[in-house]
C-alpha cells in the first residue's frame, strides 16, 4: 500500500552520516511519545485477539481461561467439517456475501456512469443527495423499513393486492428473502460505492469524447470504448478490496433482516457465533469458525491482488 | 453540435432512470413518517402510503411517555460525542508520526496497522479480551474496540504526507517543536479532511449496534439503535403500553409506534446530512486517491 517510501538524504561521509543519525533520533522522540498509546491500542484490541485464536484449538471454559484450558487439538475444526448445521452455516456464509459481491458490484459502476452523463447540474446533485442518504442509516433503521415495507399488512402487500391475491410474505419465503438481502444491500451501499467511480471519471479527458463523437460513436460506443476503460484500474482496485471482505458478510444486516422461517439460509459465521457462542458458551467451536472465515478472508486477498498484479493493477 | 436522435433518447432514458433511483431512497422514509403520523385503523387497513391518514401523535406520545427512549437518546449523544473525540485524538496521533519520513520502523508499523485490516481474530476472542480487561458493561468496550479505524488513519496520512515540506521547515527553522507543529500549523492545514473523518466516526458511533449489543447488559445504557431494534423485534412493546394505557391500546398497533422509532432515530442524521455533504464527499475522495 505504501509505494511513497522515501530515503534518508545520502552523505557520502561517514561523519557527516552519523550527524544527521543523531538529528533523526532527536526527532524520532516525540514521534514515539505519540505512537506508543497507539501501539498499546493496537496490541490490546487488535493482535490480542488475534493471539486469543488459540482457543479455537482448545477447549475453552471460563474457570481456566484461555491460557489454563486443555489442549484439543484439531477437534474443533473437525466438528466444524463432519457437523451437517455448521457447514450449513459457512456454506450461507459464503452464499450470501458471494452473491451480495457480484450481484451488487456494477450497480455504483453504472450508477456514477448515468450520473456523469446527466448534464443538469442540479439534477445531478439532487439525485446524488438522494442517493448517498441510505449509506448513513444503519442497519437496523433500514431492516426496520424493509419489514414494516414487505410484512404481509405491508405496504407493497397492500398496493399490490390486486395482482397476488392474497398476501404474500415476501420475509419468510427463501427466494424472496433472498432478494430482498441483495436489494436492500445495493439500497444501502450503491449510491456511497459511486463517490468513488465519479471521482474516477472526473478524470478521463473530454476530448475523448469530441474526437468520438465526430468519428459518430454512438453514446453506447463512447461507453464501452472511452468510459468503461477509463476507469477500469478503479473497478479493479475496488473489487480486490470488496473481495476481501467477502466473508465479512455484515452482522447487522444479517441479524436485523433474519427471522426463523428463513434461519436456513440466513445464518451465517457472525450471527452464530453470537448467538452459539456468546448466548449459549460454545466458544471454543464459534471461535474455530472465526478462525476459518479469516484465513479464508486473507487467502481471497492475496489470490485476488496476484491475478491484477499480473495485469498490471495489484495493490502491493 | 446538435444531439442526433439516438443522444437524446439516451439522455432522455438516463433522466427518467435516474429519478427513479433517486425517489427510491426517498420514497420508503417518507412512507414510515406517514405511518408514524397515522391513526393506527388507517394503517391496519392498508390505507396509509405516502400521506398520513388521520394525523395524529398519538404514537409519539407513547414513545416518549411509555418508553425510555429519552434515555436511550441521551446515551446515543454521549457514546457519538466522547467516542468520535477519542477516536479523531487517536487517529491523529496515529497517523502523524507514520507519515514523517524520518521515523523509525516507519514502513513496519503501517504493515503491522494495515495487516489488522486484512486479518482479524473475530467476536469470539475479541469478546473474551473485552471481558478480561474488565469492560463489559461500560461505554469503553464500545468506545476503545474501534478506536482507531485504519481505513480512517490512511487517509489521515495520505494528507499529512501531501503536504508541502516547506511550510515544517520554515516552523522548525522558527523554534517550533514536534507538538506545536503538529497542533499550530499541521492540524489547521488539515481542516477538510479532519471534518470528514469526524463524521465518519460520528456515523459509526450514532448507528452502533453489534458492541452495544455484545457487550452491554444494562437496559438503562442501551443507545437508540439497540432500542429501536428491540422495538422491532418484541411484540412485549404493545402488553407494556397496555399496562399504561389501556384505552389508548385500541387505537395503536405496534407499527405505528416502531415507524415512529425509526424516524426518532434518523431525524438527527437526516437534518444534518445535507449540509455536511460535501465533507463526507470529500473524504471518499481522499481516500481513493490513494486506493
Given at each position: 500500500?505504501?509505494?511513497?517510501?522515501?530515503?534518508?538524504?545520502?552523505?557520502?561521509?561517514?561523519?557527516?552520516?552519523?550527524?544527521?543519525?543523531?538529528?533523526?533520533?532527536?526527532?524520532?522522540?516525540?514521534?514515539?511519545?505519540?505512537?506508543?498509546?497507539?501501539?498499546?491500542?493496537?496490541?490490546?484490541?487488535?493482535?490480542?485477539?488475534?493471539?486469543?485464536?488459540?482457543?479455537?484449538?482448545?477447549?475453552?471454559?471460563?474457570?481456566?481461561?484461555?491460557?489454563?484450558?486443555?489442549?484439543?487439538?484439531?477437534?474443533?475444526?473437525?466438528?466444524?467439517?463432519?457437523?451437517?448445521?455448521?457447514?450449513?452455516?459457512?456454506?450461507?456464509?459464503?452464499?450470501?456475501?458471494?452473491?451480495?459481491?457480484?450481484?451488487?458490484?456494477?450497480?455504483?459502476?453504472?450508477?456514477?456512469?448515468?450520473?456523469?452523463?446527466?448534464?443538469?447540474?442540479?439534477?445531478?446533485?439532487?439525485?446524488?443527495?438522494?442517493?448517498?442518504l441510505p449509506?448513513f442509516l444503519s442497519w437496523i433503521i433500514v431492516s426496520g423499513m424493509v419489514v414494516t415495507i414487505f410484512s404481509t399488512q405491508g405496504v407493497i402487500n397492500d398496493?399490490?393486492?390486486?395482482?397476488?391475491?392474497?398476501?404474500?410474505?415476501?420475509l419468510?419465503?427463501?427466494?424472496?428473502?433472498?432478494?430482498?438481502?441483495?436489494?436492500s444491500?445495493?439500497?444501502k451501499?450503491?449510491?456511497?460505492?459511486?463517490?468513488?467511480?465519479?471521482?474516477?471519471?472526473?478524470?478521463?479527458?473530454?476530448?475523448?469524447?469530441?474526437?468520438?463523437?465526430?468519428?459518430?460513436?454512438?453514446?453506447?460506443?463512447?461507453?464501452?470504448?472511452?468510459?468503461?476503460?477509463?476507469?477500469?484500474?478503479?473497478?479493479?482496485?475496488?473489487?480486490?478490496?470488496?473481495?476481501?471482505?467477502?466473508?465479512?458478510?455484515?452482522?447487522d444486516q444479517?441479524y436485523t433482516l433474519q427471522n426463523s422461517?428463513?434461519?436456513?439460509?440466513?445464518?451465517?459465521?457472525?450471527?452464530?457465533?453470537y448467538?452459539?457462542?456468546?448466548q449459549?458458551?460454545?466458544?471454543?467451536?464459534?471461535?474455530?469458525?472465526?478462525?476459518?472465515?479469516?484465513?479464508?478472508?486473507?487467502?481471497?486477498?492475496?489470490?485476488?491482488?496476484?491475478?491484477?498484479?499480473?495485469?498490471?493493477?495489484?495493490?502491493? | 453540435?446538435?444531439?442526433?436522435?439516438?443522444?437524446?433518447?439516451?439522455?432522455?432514458?438516463?433522466?427518467?432512470?435516474?429519478?427513479?433511483?433517486?425517489?427510491?431512497?426517498i420514497l420508503p422514509i417518507v412512507h414510515i413518517l406517514a405511518l408514524s403520523f397515522s391513526d393506527a385503523q388507517a394503517v391496519m387497513s392498508g390505507k396509509v402510503v405516502f400521506w398520513p391518514v388521520n394525523v395524529t401523535f398519538k404514537s409519539y406520545e407513547n414513545l416518549f411517555i411509555g418508553t425510555n427512549i429519552m434515555n436511550a437518546f441521551k446515551n446515543n449523544v454521549v457514546i457519538t460525542v466522547v467516542g468520535t473525540?477519542?477516536?479523531?485524538?487517536?487517529?491523529?496521533?496515529?497517523?502523524?508520526?507514520?507519515?514523517?519520513?524520518?521515523?523509525?520502523?516507519?514502513?513496519?508499523?503501517?504493515?503491522?496497522?494495515?495487516?489488522?485490516?486484512?486479518?482479524?481474530?473475530?467476536?469470539?476472542?475479541?469478546?473474551?479480551?473485552?471481558?478480561?480487561?474488565?469492560?463489559l458493561d461500560s461505554y469503553g468496550a464500545i468506545w476503545?474496540?474501534?478506536?482507531?479505524?485504519?481505513?480512517?488513519?490512511?487517509?489521515?496520512?495520505?494528507?499529512?504526507?501531501?503536504?508541502?515540506?516547506?511550510?515544517?521547515?520554515?516552523?522548525?527553522?522558527?523554534?517550533?517543536?514536534?507538538?506545536?507543529?503538529?497542533?499550530?500549523?499541521?492540524?489547521?492545514?488539515?481542516?477538510?479532511?479532519?471534518?470528514?473523518?469526524?463524521?465518519?466516526?460520528a456515523v459509526g458511533f450514532w448507528n452502533q449496534f453489534m458492541n452495544v449489543l455484545l457487550y452491554l447488559n444494562d437496559p438503562m445504557k442501551y443507545n437508540l439503535t439497540v432500542m429501536v431494534q428491540q422495538m422491532i423485534r418484541s411484540q412485549s412493546m404493545l402488553q407494556e403500553l397496555s399496562n399504561l394505557q389501556p384505552e389508548d391500546v385500541m387505537n395503536m398497533t405496534s407499527e405505528t409506534i416502531k415507524s415512529a422509532g425509526v424516524i426518532v432515530m434518523i431525524l438527527p442524521m437526516v437534518i444534518i446530512y445535507p449540509f455536511?455533504?460535501?465533507?463526507?464527499?470529500?473524504?471518499?475522495?481522499?481516500?481513493?486517491?490513494?486506493?
Open positions: 500500500m505504501d509505494t511513497a517510501e522515501e530515503t534518508v538524504p545520502r552523505r557520502t561521509d561517514w561523519q557527516q552520516e552519523r550527524r544527521v543519525d543523531r538529528k533523526r533520533l532527536k526527532q524520532n522522540i516525540p514521534y514515539f511519545i505519540m505512537f506508543v498509546p497507539v501501539i498499546v491500542f493496537f496490541i490490546l484490541f487488535k493482535y490480542m485477539p488475534m493471539g486469543g485464536l488459540v482457543i479455537a484449538f482448545k477447549d475453552y471454559n471460563f474457570a481456566d481461561g484461555v491460557f489454563g484450558s486443555p489442549w484439543h487439538g484439531i477437534g474443533q475444526f473437525k466438528t466444524l467439517f463432519s457437523n451437517p448445521q455448521t457447514l450449513q452455516i459457512i456454506r450461507n456464509t459464503f452464499v450470501l456475501s458471494v452473491l451480495s459481491l457480484l450481484i451488487g458490484f456494477p450497480f455504483p459502476v453504472m450508477l456514477a456512469i448515468m450520473l456523469n452523463e446527466a448534464r443538469r447540474a442540479w439534477f445531478k446533485r439532487l439525485v446524488q443527495t438522494l442517493v448517498y449509506h398496493l399490490f393486492a390486486g395482482w397476488l391475491g392474497e398476501p404474500f410474505a415476501f419468510y419465503k427463501d427466494g424472496s428473502w433472498l432478494s430482498i438481502f441483495i436489494g444491500g445495493i439500497w451501499g450503491m449510491g456511497w460505492g459511486a463517490i468513488i467511480y465519479l471521482a474516477a471519471l472526473s478524470s478521463i479527458d473530454p476530448s475523448l469524447y469530441e474526437a468520438a463523437s465526430m468519428d459518430g460513436a454512438s453514446k453506447w460506443r463512447q461507453i464501452f470504448h472511452i468510459t468503461l476503460p477509463g476507469i477500469a484500474p478503479t473497478i479493479v482496485i475496488v473489487f480486490i478490496l470488496s473481495v476481501g471482505n467477502v466473508m465479512e458478510v455484515g452482522f444479517v422461517a428463513v434461519f436456513e439460509i440466513s445464518e451465517v459465521i457472525s450471527t452464530y457465533a448467538k452459539i457462542g456468546l449459549q458458551l460454545q466458544f471454543s467451536l464459534t471461535a474455530a469458525m472465526g478462525l476459518f472465515e479469516s484465513i479464508i478472508g486473507l487467502v481471497l486477498v492475496v489470490m485476488t491482488n496476484t491475478v491484477a498484479r499480473r495485469f498490471g493493477q495489484g495493490l502491493w | 453540435m446538435k444531439p442526433t436522435f439516438g443522444e437524446k433518447l439516451f439522455y432522455g432514458m438516463n433522466y427518467v432512470l435516474l429519478s427513479l433511483i433517486g425517489l427510491s431512497c473525540a477519542l477516536s479523531m485524538a487517536c487517529t491523529i496521533i496515529a497517523a502523524y508520526p507514520l507519515s514523517r519520513r524520518d521515523m523509525y520502523g516507519r514502513r513496519f508499523f503501517t504493515m503491522a496497522v494495515v495487516f489488522t485490516m486484512l486479518f482479524s481474530g473475530g467476536i469470539i476472542p475479541n469478546y473474551l479480551v473485552i471481558k478480561s480487561l474488565g469492560l476503545l474496540p474501534g478506536l482507531v479505524s485504519v481505513f480512517n488513519m490512511l487517509v489521515l496520512k495520505t494528507y499529512f504526507e501531501s503536504m508541502p515540506l516547506e511550510t515544517e521547515e520554515a516552523a522548525r527553522i522558527d523554534g517550533c517543536n514536534e507538538w506545536r507543529l503538529l497542533i499550530r500549523v499541521v492540524l489547521p492545514l488539515s481542516m477538510p479532511v479532519l471534518a470528514a473523518l469526524t463524521l465518519f466516526y455536511l455533504q460535501k465533507y463526507f464527499v470529500k473524504g471518499v475522495m481522499i481516500g481513493a486517491i490513494k486506493g
